[in-house]
């Protein structure tokens, strides 16, 4: 199994910013995948991005050259930086953690992200 801790949701006005972390811990895999994927009221979950444990990322076309993924493997840890946040970016964030070679997902609690005009 493997457990999700996320942190750094919050409350910020349109055009600030906010950082989310996710650290994995558990039976992990060597070659994995993290991301963030995002749900707002009455919407389905979408990705927002996603990073290999290479480095590769991916972003949803919405958040690309707003948003951040990086992530720490020494820790196991992925972020999330978000910079010129709008409104429409508010949604609970979901981690999610998927090993690269099997069928393996883990998916976090979620944080809350509210973004005011």
């Known amino acids: 199994q493997v457990q999700l801790a996320e942190s750094g949701g919050g409350l910020v006005q349109a055009g600030g910013s906010l950082r989310l972390s996710c650290a994995a811990s558990?039976?992990?895999?060597?070659?994995?995948?993290m991301g963030w994927y995002r749900q707002a009221p009455g919407e389905q979950r979408e990705l927002v991005a996603t990073?290999?444990?290479?480095?590769?990322?991916n972003y949803a076309d919405s958040v690309k050259g707003r948003f951040t993924i990086s992530r720490d493997n020494a820790k196991n840890t992925v972020y999330l930086q978000m910079n010129s946040l709008k409104p429409e970016d508010t949604a609970v964030y979901y981690c999610?953690?998927?090993?690269?070679?099997?069928?393996?997902?883990?998916w976090g609690q979620g944080t809350q992200v509210t973004v005011s005009s």
């Open positions: 990073i290999t444990s290479g480095g590769s990322t």
């Open positions: 558990g039976s992990l895999f060597s070659a994995n995948n």
């Open positions: 999610r953690y998927s090993a690269t070679y099997s069928r393996s997902v883990y």
